[in-house]
Each structure stands twice: as C-alpha cells, then as structure tokens.
C-alpha cells in the first residue's frame, strides 16, 4: 500500500517570494506521483504529473516538482508567488499495479501582499 | 468542451431525508469516482466504478449508495444512515481504472449541508 504526507498543513508566504511545498511518500514499488490545486469552493485541478524520465517535471502557472526516489519525495515549488496562488494543494500516489489514488491532507498556501 | 458536472453547487436537507447528488461527464471515462472532503482530513475515497454497470466501496461507503447505468453518469446518493452528511463532496472520472498514470478530472464539488 501507498501513503503521502505533507508535511505542512499550511504555508504562508509573501507575493513575489519563492515557495516549496513539501510531499513525502511511502511505497514498496514504483510510483506515479501528482500534484493537484483546489480554489476555494471549486474542484481539485492537475498541476502537474511524474510518470517517468526527467525526475523535474514542469507544470501549469509555473509551479514544478523535483521527484527524488532516494529521498521519496516529491515537493513543489514555484520561483515567486502571487496573490492568485492562494489555495490549497494536494500530493497524490499511486504505485504501479495498485488501483486507488491516495491523496495527502493538503497545505494551504496563502499570499500576503 | 470536455467535462464533469455536478449539480446542485449547494443543497440542503433536513435530518432523515435521503438526497441524490449528481455527476455527469462526457469526457468517455471508463472509470469515475466519488470522494467526500471535509477539513483537514483531504480527500476520501466513498465509491468508485470501473466500468459502466460496476461498482465497488470505498474507505467510507457506510450510509451511501451508487448507480452506473450509464457511462456518463455516476449518481451518489447519501442516506439517511450517512451519522455526519455535512461535507464537500466531489465527483471525479479518469480514462481507466489503476494505475496507467491516468489522472483523475474533478467536478466542481457539492456542497451539502444536513440540519
């Protein structure tokens, strides 16, 4: 079985300043490894995925993630934040040959101008 | 445009009533999926469908039921067994089932409130 955790449930951060978001899992085969955001009161969207190759995977509204086997983990960040940033995010895993998505508690990110 | 919906964007109930929250996608998923959030505790898994015509309990199915007659269309409904109905609840579908590295598309979420 797979476990994530984030390892802070909330981050406040200045505009413009960079930000990582720390995710750590737990699983004894190969992961798929995912970052999802979730506006307030919206759905859940994908930010970004690692499935395989290049461990730094690039995705939406400039946000990256560095996939680190040795360390298991996953963070993402983002060079400066902006007030638009503001939402909670979620690490998800699932492990090659498993059949359910386990997703983290969430860090809530919050920009202060 | 491709998409889930889910509709209401708010309901309320009173205590003891059954209420049916909807999920359409037409996206052509095989697979859809309904998971309950409530503060702090993330996203939990309630039930999903693999296919049309199947479906399979989650972490927390006690007190809910599912349907999946049709592929584009998953329909929960909390009963009044559900002891703390109160929550977000979000709809979600992905090509397949398991793990292809398939990511999973939300809806926009219900919001139920039981008084």
């Known amino acids: 079985a797979q476990s994530v955790t984030q390892l802070d449930s909330q981050v406040p951060v200045f505009e413009e300043a960079p930000v990582e978001l720390r995710c750590n899992y737990s699983?004894?085969?190969?992961?798929?490894l995912f970052w999802y955001v979730q506006y307030p009161n919206q759905g859940l969207q994908l930010l970004l995925k690692?499935?395989?190759?290049?461990?730094l995977v690039k995705g939406i509204n400039g946000f990256e993630a560095e996939f680190n086997k040795s360390q298991t983990s996953f963070h993402l960040r983002k060079p400066s934040v902006h007030i638009s940033d503001t939402a909670e995010y979620f690490c998800?895993?699932?492990?090659?040959?498993?059949?359910?998505?386990?997703f983290g508690q969430g860090t809530r990110l919050t920009i202060n101008p | 445009d491709g998409g889930i919906t889910q509709s209401p964007k708010y309901l309320f109930r009173k205590e003891g009533q059954n209420v049916t929250l909807s999920c359409e996608q037409n996206?052509?998923?095989?697979?859809m999926y309904w998971y309950r959030q409530d503060p702090g505790q993330g996203l939990r898994l309630i039930y999903y469908?693999?296919?049309?015509?199947?479906?399979q309990k989650g972490d927390i199915a006690e007190g809910y039921s599912v349907s999946r007659e049709k592929k584009e269309s998953f329909p929960l409904t909390v009963t009044s067994a559900q002891k703390n109905p109160t929550a977000f609840y979000l709809c979600?579908?992905?090509?397949?089932?398991?793990?292809?590295?398939?990511?999973?598309?939300f809806g926009p979420g219900t919001r139920l409130t039981v008084t």
């Open positions: 998800a895993v699932i492990g090659m040959g498993a059949q359910k998505l386990v």
């Open positions: 979600a579908s992905s090509r397949t089932y398991g793990s292809h590295g398939d990511e999973q598309y």
């Open positions: 690692y499935l395989s190759g290049s461990t």
């Open positions: 699983s004894s085969v190969s992961v798929y």
């Open positions: 469908s693999q296919i049309v015509n199947d479906f």
């Open positions: 996206l052509n998923h095989d697979a």
